[in-house]
Each structure stands twice: as structure tokens, then as C-alpha cells.
């Protein structure tokens, strides 16, 4: 019998800025998992991108299910597995930690493993390479994360004040992660080091407590977004953009999708981002998620 029988995990935006493979936010765009046991495996897909998701062993959900339940030992049971999917794909919105969220999820849930949501993330984080978009996933709301010495990865998660409102918009091209990492460089001087730590510390600090007035300097970066905008035609103008209303823009993820924070009541301001992308030849979907404060959830 299976402890639980849905899974349902956020999509979220890594780095927001200067936070490199640390801050993640949680976006109420959601993928959800439905599953039971079976005679075989059956999966069926229902939503966004369902023709790039595949409905064999390879699917990364089910994969991840079954690789956790080889490492414990076990055999995943076969099931029927529905997979309703929000999250674009390939856009930089954490569609992959997501999806392995939920398949270490699954393997908890049919096996009757009974871990906590802490022993979720650092599966989850494993088997991802990095925690933030994993720890977002998870814990829902803003969250800073880190691997410790031990191969632990430890987040803490913080409420994010009403005041903020957030929008993602994505240009109609994908870029994969792996080939976004391909383009930073091994070393970094000092002085970049120190830059991002300092924004680092004051974004979080301003989403804490709600302060606006360090935007949209606390967005700043030089660890990545310098490195990977080359990939992103019109990505340059909206990190430069600045608007009333507007109190600025980070790749989400390794792109290509621009995170835009703006005051309450300013939507209009999103759509000059989206222009920027225009500009270059490229459509782009502007999307208003609320901030996900519940992150994973199982029933």
C-alpha cells in the first residue's frame, strides 16, 4: 500500500542574480504526479511540453524513483503513473528539479520509506548536482541552501513580504543547463567574489524584511550572467532596463527566461522586458506566477 498517491512540486527560479547555485524561489507553476500501483508500468502525460517528456523507463520522474529504490535496495513496484505538467520546459524554471523532486517523492511514497522533507531535498539535491532550484522545490517560499562538508545539503527557507511581486518571461528557445555551465569560467579574482557575496547577503536581507530601496543593485552579478548573455540575444538590455515600477531583472536559472521583480500593481512593466526579446527577433511569454509558499506537497 502506498503512503501517499500524489505529489505535486513547484516550478522555481535559481541564482536571482548573484546567488550562483544558492538562492532559489519557488513559482506557483506546478507539476503534479498521480500514480498507483499497476501490473506494468504505464505513464500518461497531460499539460505543457508533453511532447518532449518521455512515457518509458527513461522519463526522468520514474527514473529517479527507481534509482532511489535501487540505492535503498529495493525494487520500485510497477505503477500507473499520470503526469500533469505546467512548467515550460528548457526555460530556466527548474522543470528538472521538479521532476526529480517528485520522483524521490514517489519512491517515498511506494516504498513507505517515511523520510521528512529534509531527506527528500538531499536526495533530490544529489542526484541534481545543486541544491537551489531543488531546495525552492521542496520548501516552497525564498530559499538559501548549501552542501555541506558531509555531503549534506542544508536550506533554510524565508517568507517573502506580499509587497514583492514577481513575473517570468521566456523567449520561444530553449538552453540546456549543461551547456549554460559549459561557458563560466574554473577561476573567479577576488574582487568578483567579494562583489557577489556582498549583493548575496543584501538580497536576501531585502526580501526578508521587505526593503526595495537596494534594488536593483542587489541583483547585480559578475559569477555568471556576464558569462552566459552571449546565448541569450536581448538579455544585456533588460539587465540594463530601468523603469518606475521596475525594480529589476536576473536570468532565472541558466536561462533563458528573465526574472523580473516589480512593485504591486505594475504588470505593465513586464512588458518591456518582453519587448526587449522582441527587439531581437525573438516571441516571448510573460508569465505571473504568485510566489509558491507551500512547496511540496503530498496526498
Not at 12 to 32: K, M, R, V
Not at 47 to 68: C, K
Not at 109 to 125: I, K, M, P, T
Request: glycine residues 10%; negative net charge.
Amino acid at each position: 500500500m502506498f503512503a501517499f498517491k500524489t505529489v505535486r512540486a513547484p516550478a522555481s527560479s535559481a541564482n536571482l542574480g548573484p546567488g550562483f547555485d544558492t538562492l532559489g524561489l519557488a513559482l506557483a507553476i506546478h507539476l503534479e504526479c498521480r500514480f498507483e500501483p499497476a501490473d506494468t508500468l504505464e505513464i500518461r502525460l497531460s499539460g505543457r511540453d508533453t511532447h518532449s517528456i518521455p512515457t518509458d523507463e527513461s522519463n526522468m520522474i520514474w527514473a529517479t524513483a527507481a534509482r532511489v529504490a535501487r540505492e535503498q535496495g529495493r525494487a520500485l513496484p510497477p505503477m500507473r503513473l499520470e503526469i500533469h505538467n505546467d512548467i515550460p520546459l528548457g526555460k530556466g524554471l527548474g522543470s528538472s528539479a521538479a521532476a526529480l523532486t517528485a520522483g524521490v517523492a514517489i519512491a517515498d511514497g511506494a516504498l513507505n520509506l517515511g523520510w521528512d522533507e529534509h531527506r527528500v531535498l538531499d536526495e533530490a539535491a544529489r542526484i541534481e548536482g545543486h541544491p537551489d532550484n531543488v531546495a525552492a522545490a521542496v520548501l516552497g517560499s525564498i530559499t538559501t541552501a548549501a552542501i555541506g562538508a558531509d555531503g549534506v545539503t542544508r536550506a533554510i527557507r524565508l517568507e517573502i513580504p506580499d509587497s514583492f511581486s514577481v513575473a517570468v518571461v521566456c523567449p520561444d528557445f530553449e538552453l540546456a543547463t549543461s551547456g549554460m555551465r559549459g561557458v563560466l569560467p574554473d577561476c573567479y579574482s577576488r574582487e568578483d567574489a567579494i562583489f557577489n557575496l556582498q549583493r548575496a547577503t543584501l538580497l536576501v536581507a531585502a526580501l526578508a524584511t521587505g526593503n526595495k530601496t537596494v534594488f536593483p543593485d542587489a541583483l547585480f552579478d559578475r559569477l555568471h550572467q556576464p558569462f552566459r548573455m552571449g546565448n541569450v540575444p536581448g538579455m544585456k538590455e533588460i539587465l540594463d532596463l530601468r523603469a518606475p515600477g521596475l525594480l529589476g531583472c536576473a536570468m532565472s536559472g541558466a536561462g533563458p527566461s528573465m526574472l523580473v521583480f516589480f512593485e504591486s500593481g505594475r504588470e505593465d512593466v513586464v512588458e518591456l522586458v518582453a519587448n526587449e526579446f522582441r527587439k531581437k527577433g525573438r516571441e516571448a511569454e510573460a508569465m505571473f506566477p504568485e510566489i509558491d509558499r507551500a512547496g511540496l506537497q503530498l496526498s
